[in-house]
């Protein structure tokens, strides 16, 4: 199985702030790797598909100021300026072979 | 509007078994391959089982396999999780997500969730 590491697993900052959120895949995965947000009590909701497409661009009601990066083994999720919204936490997924396991989430806080 | 309901969550005994059912409208189920993630109450997301559209293709996490069924009503636009021998480490939100693909490459893209239903096995 794939394992995915995400990298810090929670993270204190403050609106405004520019964020980056790490996820390393234990082997490589081209670039078959998708981002979602989660609120407590919510379903997660995915933000970027395939590495550093917005799902913003698929259906309406995404959050926009996310970007991603990389390939391979190593990639990045960045939130250009925090809003109050994106406090939430955040989950990489690798989608290049079964099982389509999850990295353990970044808890992002105030 | 894409929607997918969730039902059938409650409390089980260790051992039992449940059936979860999920609802879908707002687009054409038979075309995509669907999937069951849980989480464990404060833990992390975890893939179970995907369904291919027709039905012919299924995978299953080791943790499940051999345990859990997955099956879709195309006819019923349903998508089904039969799960037998619940154990305690069972307990979590199920979610039933939609599943699509990125140039007709890269698939595996959960971008449409339920709201999830809560299976809780305990004595």
């Known amino acids: 199985d794939i394992q995915m590491t995400q990298s810090p697993s929670s993270l204190s900052a403050s609106v405004g702030d520019r964020v980056t959120i790490s996820c390393r895949a234990s082997?490589?995965?081209?670039?078959?790797l998708n981002w979602y947000q989660q609120k407590p009590g919510k379903a997660p909701k995915l933000l970027i598909y395939?590495?550093?497409?917005?799902?913003?661009s698929l259906q309406s009601g995404v959050p926009s100021g996310f970007s991603g990066s990389g390939s391979g083994t190593d990639f990045t999720l960045t939130i250009s300026s925090l809003q109050p919204e994106d406090f939430a936490t955040y989950y990489c997924?690798?989608?290049?072979?079964?099982?389509?396991?999850f990295g353990q989430g970044t808890k992002l806080e105030i | 509007e894409v929607q997918l309901v969730e039902s059938g969550g409650r409390l089980v005994q260790p051992g039992g078994s449940l059936r979860l059912s999920c609802a879908a409208s707002?687009?054409?189920?038979?075309?995509?391959?669907m999937t069951w993630v849980r989480q464990a109450p404060g833990k992390g997301l975890e893939w179970l089982s995907n369904?291919?559209?027709?039905?012919?293709?299924?995978y299953y996490a080791d943790s499940v396999k051999g345990r859990f069924t997955i099956s879709r009503d195309n006819a019923k636009n349903s998508l089904d999780l039969e799960m037998n021998s619940l154990r305690a480490e069972d307990t979590a939100v199920y979610y039933c997500a939609r599943i699509i693909t990125f140039g007709g490459v890269i698939g595996g893209i959960l971008d449409s969730w339920g709201q999830g239903t809560l299976v809780t096995v305990s004595s």
């Open positions: 997924q690798q989608s290049y072979s079964t099982p389509y396991t």
């Open positions: 395939a590495a550093s497409n917005a799902a913003s």
């Open positions: 082997q490589r995965i081209s670039n078959f």
């Open positions: 369904i291919g559209s027709s039905g012919s293709t299924i």
């Open positions: 707002g687009f054409g189920f038979s075309s995509h391959e």
